[in-house]
């Protein structure tokens, strides 16, 4: 019999987040995530494995965040990230740059400054994976940034999340939640009429 790819045996014993983060993270960072991952138990927001140490929340279909132990299938010890989604349109880096700048301005827009602000803090770069290398230029909030990750363009990303950072990111996804709600509702009410 093959012994199975990490990958495979984790999607075939589907362990849990703590688990994973036992593996991968210090001591000091698996307390630090703790009050999170209370605040996601709490909260009833859906939470299960998507890939290789990578857990995910969906809304009404939707991905709302991510995290990424151990930089996913790279195994890479003493590191985390949380993804949280501002989007749903997967093939943005297909279209052209214009939308992509509207769709974000619109939404940074809405958020408030200090959202807003925390969002650019935060934005992916490039890193290369192919798909958009060597990542693109977009003009947010009247600055233009160079070499952003076009595959990851509506994410923010917060890597090794202190608790600060947590506190926003809870803004974040709960801002995203309402956001699906609410164009649930509308496509709702259109097919009403």
């Known amino acids: 019999m093959q012994d199975l790819s990490y990958n495979k045996r984790q999607q075939k014993e589907r362990p849990s987040i703590r688990q994973i983060a036992a593996q991968f993270l210090r001591t000091e960072q698996q307390t630090q995530m703790e009050p999170f991952l209370q605040y996601i138990e709490e ?5 299960s ?7 995910e929340s969906r809304y009404k279909s939707k991905c709302v965040f991510r995290v990424e132990i151990a ?15 501002t989007a749903d349109d997967r093939n943005h880096f297909k279209n052209p740059k214009e939308p ?4 974000l301005n619109h939404y940074l827009n809405h958020a408030g400054d200090e959202m807003a602000d925390y969002y650019v803090q935060h934005m ?5 994976c ?3 290398r060597p990542g693109v230029s977009l003009t947010i909030r009247e600055k233009t ?14 890597t090794n999340p202190s608790e600060n950072d947590y506190e926003m990111i809870k ?3 709960s801002a995203r939640r309402r956001w699906i709600a609410e164009e649930a509702s509308a496509k709702k009410a259109a097919v009403a009429r």
């Not at 494995?49 to 857990?55: G, K």
């Not at 992509?100 to 769709?103: A, F, R």
């Not at 992916?124 to 290369?128: A, D, E, I, Q």
């Not at 990750?149 to 917060?158: G, I, K, L, Q, S």
């Open 43 to 47: 909260n009833k927001l859906p939470f």
């Open 49 to 55: 494995l998507a890939r290789c140490n990578t857990f």
């Open 71 to 85: 930089l996913g299938q790279a195994c890479i010890k003493d590191i985390y990230s949380v993804k949280v989604f």
């Open 100 to 103: 992509i700048e509207e769709k």
């Open 124 to 128: 992916s770069y490039c890193r290369g």
């Open 130 to 132: 192919g798909k958009c």
């Open 145 to 158: 940034y160079a070499g952003l990750c076009a595959c990851d363009m509506y994410v923010m990303r917060v």
């Open 171 to 173: 803004k974040f996804i």
